[in-house]
T-cell receptor, first 113, second 114 residues
């Protein structure tokens, strides 16, 4: 039972346009969500997070939206840059298992110059 | 401030041998997590440790796998009698505390079992 799903394995966008990466979850106990970015041969790096008490969090070009009723979150990158090309992982955790994050399978983003 | 360090970066073992993967958390971090990434898949949680304690090992296979985080020294993930299906990238992450959920990842150890 995969509790965090990223249904699009890949996404390709043109430089300067918006990239939208989606993530769905099934566990209603999840109350904290994170996005990580991963380059080949490197470990994931934290990008942005959102608590379930919010529905939006913004950091520069990156915005995460949370729709709790739909159990859906999305990461918006605007404008997209070629350096954003990487694998993006959505992760979720709940307060009772604060040490354990459940990851999606990732979406490979390619930003074309 | 050095980040999370893992060694070796690449490890090749023959079936039946033991694999030892090491992780040194970031300075000041006392919480360590191990994840495994199989080809074409996401990161799967394996185990969460604090110094000298295993907090959550719900993602760890019941046999052949063990982990420790001693009072002194790095955290060790040990895989005994490796099989081809153990070939994967193993990532270690650390955090300051349980309540702070941002985890800092190491570069990973890529294990290949021949």
């Amino acid at each position: 039972d995969q509790q965090v799903k990223q249904n699009s394995p890949s996404l390709s966008v043109q430089e300067g346009r918006i990239s939208i990466l989606n993530c769905d979850y099934t566990n209603s106990m999840f109350d904290y969500f994170l996005w990580y970015k991963k380059y080949p041969a490197e470990g994931p790096t934290f990008l942005i997070s959102i608590s379930s008490i919010k529905d939006k969090n913004e950091d520069g070009r990156f915005t995460v939206f949370l729709n709790k009723s739909a159990k859906h979150l999305s990461l918006h990158i605007v404008p997209s840059q070629p350096g954003d090309s990487a694998v993006y992982f959505c992760a979720a955790s709940d307060n009772t298992n604060a040490g354990k994050s459940t990851f999606g399978d990732g979406t490979t983003l390619t930003v074309k110059p | 401030n050095a980040g999370v360090m893992q060694n070796p970066r690449h490890l090749v073992r023959r079936r039946g041998q033991e694999a030892r993967l090491r992780c040194s958390p970031m300075k000041g971090h006392s919480h360590v997590y191990w994840y495994r990434q199989l080809p074409e898949e996401g990161l799967k949680f394996m185990v969460y440790l604090q110094k000298e304690n295993i907090i959550d090992e719900s993602g760890m296979p019941k046999e052949r796998f063990s982990a420790e985080f001693p009072k002194e020294g790095p955290s060790i993930l040990r895989i005994q009698q490796v099989v081809r299906g153990d070939s994967a990238a193993y990532f270690c992450a650390s955090s300051v505390g349980r309540g702070l959920l941002e985890q800092f990842f190491g570069p990973g150890t890529r294990l290949t079992v021949l």
